[in-house]
């Protein structure tokens, strides 16, 4: 939890009021004692002091009232025990849902031990780049054929591309279109075909690119004759590779589909464990808000207690001049029995009490 720092409350006009009210008490009890003791009051065998300085005590005990007043305890105290009510139900809620979360992310953790990824997330992208690779590198190599067609640059290159697309489609599904014949020689009849059609259209490119290769050389006064033959055969070596790029490091749909089950567990995984932590925060702040409204209302309440305590001082000290200033205006130069008590006479209703709220 964050450090709350604890400073001490303070009114500056509360503390101003206080002073000034204590220091007219002062006076008046002065003048006060003076009268008595002029008229020789309390007689020397009086007991109780309580009738002749009753006025002065009530003058401080409304001191007292004011600062209750103003600084209003019971509601000091009620709103941090309101917040400790709502706050504990919060949290208590709060636990709930941290529990539940809890259990959600120690099952996705626990069905995460029995799903081992076969491939790293990497690789599915990598695959197809493999695969992709050597057929656009061909379909590159094929693009002035296309361009022999009355193609521009960018418009062979761009149609290059496409049969290159094609291609790996073929490639990555050569395995499944073989694998609709119910026979092992259907399904060698199948891949014959689709190898010999694939076949036919690189050598027919490649005759093309070779006729284009032979047509310049003539025109360097070279006598080189291409033939299209080794340019197909390299372009259905090309298409071989790729189809061995996709049949042992393409992951097969098993693979892919526990993949996908892996990264929805990893998810979900993460989801729980961010709303764990958000739980956690959203209890901290409560804790926090809770803390700094006791720190707060505590500050004041410790504030109103020491002014109470300066209040009551002040009367007690304020009777022991009140006698003193008496005794010096007698006529007799007495001192009454009631002086000799060194408890103060009267009880202080004191709103601010120590507790352990705070």
């Keep these: 939890m964050k450090t709350i720092e604890k400073n001490l409350h303070h009114k500056p006009e509360l503390d101003s009021w206080v002073q000034q009210n204590l220091n007219e008490a002062k006076k008046h009890l002065?003048?006060?004692?003076?009268?008595?003791?002029?008229?020789?009051?309390?007689?020397?065998?009086?007991?109780?002091?309580?009738?002749?300085?009753?006025?002065?005590?009530?003058?401080?005990?409304?001191?007292?009232?004011?600062?209750?007043?103003?600084?209003?305890?019971?509601?000091?105290?009620s709103e941090v025990e309101e917040s400790e009510r709502i706050t504990a139900r919060k949290i208590q809620g709060l636990n709930n849902q941290f529990i539940a979360e809890k259990e959600k992310e120690s099952q996705c953790a626990q069905s995460l031990k029995g799903k081992q990824a076969y491939h790293s997330k990497f690789k599915l992208p990598i695959a197809w780049l493999l695969l992709s690779v050597p057929l656009i590198?061909?379909?590159?190599?094929?693009?002035?054929?296309?361009?022999?067609?009355?193609?521009?640059?960018?418009?062979?290159?761009?149609?290059?591309?496409?049969?290159?697309?094609?291609?790996?489609?073929?490639?990555?599904?050569?395995?499944?279109?073989?694998?609709?014949?119910?026979?092992?020689?259907?399904?060698?009849?199948?891949?014959?075909?689709?190898?010999?059609?694939v076949f036919v259209l690189f050598y027919y490119l490649s005759a093309i690119r070779a006729a284009i290769l032979t047509a310049d050389a003539q025109s360097s006064n070279t006598s080189i004759h291409f033939s299209g033959l080794p340019f197909a055969l390299l372009s259905l070596m090309f298409f071989i590779v790729a189809l061995a790029i996709n049949r042992f490091l393409f992951p097969n749909a098993e693979q892919r589909r526990n993949m996908r089950e892996l990264q929805q567990l990893q998810k979900e995984l993460a989801e729980h464990i961010d709303m764990r932590k958000k739980i956690e925060h959203e209890i901290e702040a409560l804790k926090q808000a809770h803390e700094e409204l006791r720190q707060t209302n505590g500050s004041i309440y410790v504030y109103g207690c020491k002014l109470e305590e300066s209040i009551i001082v002040a009367a007690q000290a304020g009777l022991a001049q009140w006698c003193k200033v008496n005794m010096m205006h007698r006529p007799d130069n007495g001192r009454p029995h009631c002086f000799d008590s060194h408890e103060y006479p009267f009880h202080f209703n004191r709103h601010f009490k120590p507790i352990d709220l705070f």
């Design 137 to 197: 590198a061909d379909a590159i190599l094929n693009r002035p054929a296309f361009e022999a067609f009355g193609y521009s640059y960018l418009e062979s290159l761009l149609i290059s591309l496409i049969v290159a697309g094609g291609l790996t489609v073929l490639a990555h599904l050569f395995e499944r279109i073989v694998n609709v014949g119910k026979t092992v020689w259907q399904r060698r009849a199948i891949a014959g075909s689709l190898l010999l059609i």
């Design 30 to 77: 002065a003048l006060d004692a003076e009268n008595f003791g002029i008229r020789g009051k309390p007689e020397l065998l009086e007991e109780n002091i309580k009738p002749y300085y009753n006025e002065n005590h009530h003058f401080f005990h409304g001191v007292l009232n004011h600062v209750a007043k103003v600084l209003q305890p019971a509601i000091l105290i």
